[in-house]
C-alpha cells in the first residue's frame, strides 16, 4: 500500500523551530520528488517548499525562505522540513506529497500521492 505519514508537527512559540518528517512506504521515493504544502483554515493549500529526486534542486515559497529548509535521506525513504523562525502565520496543517516529475513542483495539481497531514501551531 502506497502511504506518505507526515510527523513532527506540534505547538510552538513564535522563533521557535520544528522538523518535519515524511516517511514513505510502498513507493521508493527515489523515483519521486517531494513537495511540502501547507493549508491554514479558510485558505487555499500553499506550496510551501519542493526538492527533486536527487536533492540536487530545491525551491521555496517566498513566505518561507530563508527559515524552512527541506532535505532528503532516500536511504532512510524520509523527506524532511527543517522550519526555524516560526511566526503565528505558519500555522496549518502541513502536507507532504510525491511526484514522478522530474521538476521540483509546489503546485499540487503536479503531485501522485499525498499524506494525511500535520498540525503546526505556532502561538505563545
Known amino acids: 500500500q502506497l502511504q506518505l505519514v507526515e510527523s513532527g508537527g506540534g505547538l510552538v512559540q513564535p522563533g521557535g523551530s520544528l522538523r518535519l518528517s515524511c516517511a514513505a512506504s510502498?513507493?521508493?521515493?527515489?523515483?519521486?520528488?517531494i513537495g511540502w504544502f501547507r493549508q491554514a483554515p479558510g485558505k487555499e493549500r500553499e506550496g510551501v517548499s519542493c526538492?527533486?529526486?536527487?536533492?540536487?534542486?530545491?525551491n521555496y515559497a517566498d513566505s518561507v525562505k530563508g527559515r524552512f529548509t527541506i532535505s532528503r535521506d532516500n536511504a532512510k525513504n524520509t523527506v524532511y522540513l527543517q522550519m526555524n523562525s516560526l511566526k503565528p502565520e505558519d500555522t496549518a496543517v502541513y502536507y507532504c506529497?510525491?511526484?514522478?516529475?522530474?521538476?521540483?513542483?509546489?503546485?499540487?495539481?503536479?503531485?501522485?500521492?499525498w499524506g494525511k497531514g500535520t498540525l503546526v501551531t505556532v502561538s505563545s
Open positions: 526538492i527533486t529526486r536527487s536533492g540536487g534542486i530545491t
Open positions: 510502498g513507493l521508493n521515493l527515489d523515483y519521486y520528488g
Open positions: 506529497a510525491a511526484t514522478r516529475s522530474a521538476l521540483c513542483l509546489r503546485t499540487p495539481s503536479g503531485m501522485d500521492y
